[in-house]
T-cell receptor, first 115, second 110 residues
Framework: GAGVSQSPRYKVAKRGQDVALRCDPISGHVSLFWYQQALGQGPEFLTYFQNEAQLDKSGLPSDRFFAERPEGSVSTLKIQRTQQEDSAVYLC?????????????FGPGTRLTVT | GENVEQHPSTLSVQEGDSAVIKCTYSDSASNYFPWYKQELGKRPQLIID?????GEKKDQRIAVTLNKTAKHFSLHITETQPEDSAVYFCAAGYGNKLVFGAGTILRVKS
């Protein structure tokens, strides 16, 4: 079946622009996660949804970052007034379980470059 | 919060040798410990995971051990092959939040 998909795969934004990154999780997966992966580092947790509810947004680095999953499936990560330090790969993952401790399936990521 | 340290940062082995990657974690509440493999430009993929009620788990050439008292866990790959070359990440989590290590670049020389 189809895995997690993300679009766009690459995004170049001028500093100060707003961007929107999309994630299509595996159908039926309850949990959805966003991570930020800097070059040469492991994924860093940003936020987590269980269905449409955003249960944890403790990893969002500033109030310029906003995520939503209004119908409990597709999710969008929005970054307002992008800064150079926002340049990274943004990974989305989904999991069948809503209780944790189960495999997270990752998408291919969106590579954001802020110039 | 949770903090995960991973060592070594790079590891070169000869084809057929074993490779061991070690991780330590700080939060004793963590109860789920997955390992992910990420090839260059690709998505991370789960290769093995272990839960806190188990000390060891094996899947063909891959094994993971967990020492809850010492708060460390390790990945063991035996009979390494060139296709094992990738970046490996450990992670520790409680509930739905995973904290990842910084990664180990494994190079298998043929």
């Amino acid at each position: 079946g189809a895995g997690v998909s993300q679009s766009p795969r690459y995004k170049v934004a001028k500093r100060g622009q707003d961007v929107a990154l999309r994630c299509d999780p595996i159908s039926g997966h309850v949990s959805l996660f966003w991570y930020q992966q800097a070059l040469g580092q492991g994924p860093e947790f940003l936020t987590y949804f269980q269905n449409e509810a955003q249960l944890d947004k403790s990893g969002l680095p500033s109030d310029r970052f906003f995520a939503e999953r209004p119908e409990g499936s597709v999710s969008t990560l929005k970054i307002q007034r992008t800064q150079q330090e926002d340049s990274a790969v943004y990974l989305c993952a989904s999991s069948l379980s809503g209780t944790g401790g189960h495999e997270q399936y990752f998408g291919p990521g969106t590579r954001l470059t802020v110039t | 919060g949770e903090n995960v340290e991973q060592h070594p940062s790079t590891l070169s082995v000869q084809e057929g040798d074993s490779a061991v990657i070690k991780c330590t974690y700080s939060d004793s509440a963590s109860n789920y410990f997955p390992w992910y493999k990420q090839e260059l430009g690709k998505r991370p993929q789960l290769i093995i995971d272990i839960r806190s009620n188990v000390g060891e788990k094996k899947d063909q050439r891959i094994a993971v051990t967990l020492n809850k008292t010492a708060k460390h866990f390790s990945l063991h790959i035996t009979e390494t092959q060139p296709e094992d070359s990738a970046v490996y990440f450990c992670a520790a989590g409680y509930g739905n939040k995973l904290v990842f290590g910084a990664g180990t670049i494994l190079r298998v020389k043929s």
